[in-house]
Nanobody, 118 residues
Framework: QVQVVESGGGLVQAGGSLRLSCSASGTLIGAKTMAWYRQAPGKQREMVASVTNSADTNYADFVKGRFTISRVYLKNTLSLQMNSLRPEDTGAYYC????????????WGQGTQVTVSS
């Protein structure tokens, strides 16, 4: 029922910025949690930032002060503003959506590629 779609990835030079967007459609229920994860080739997927239905945010240490996560609650849309990008930020970025009511479960987007060059 729930479909998750990301957009906004691309190629950027170190020090530059990108803004990722995510939309979870197929339900009128607001998600409990929406988050961004990333995965570099040959590495494990790691949490980048998350936001709850009460607007509490959490950031991985490696992005604090550089990235900002935001959402529109009932629309189940999510953004990640990424500033001061570094080559080590390169990877596939995935939108994660968790519902505890309505369509209960965990949902993932297909990913969007972010590449940061030196």
């Amino acid at each position: 029922q729930v479909q998750v779609v990301e957009s906004g990835g691309g190629l950027v030079q170190a020090g530059g910025s990108l803004r990722l967007s995510c939309s979870a459609s197929g339900t009128l229920i607001g998600a409990k949690t929406m988050a961004w994860y990333r995965q570099a080739p040959g590495k494990q997927r790691e949490m980048v930032a998350s936001v709850t239905n009460s607007a509490d945010t959490n950031y991985a240490d490696f992005v604090k002060g550089r990235f900002t996560i935001s959402r529109v609650y009932l629309k189940n849309t999510l953004s990640l503003q990424m500033n001061s990008l570094r080559p080590e930020d390169t990877g596939a970025y995935y939108c994660y959506v968790k519902f505890i009511v309505g369509p209960r479960g965990d949902y993932w987007g297909q990913g969007t590629q972010v590449t940061v060059s030196s």
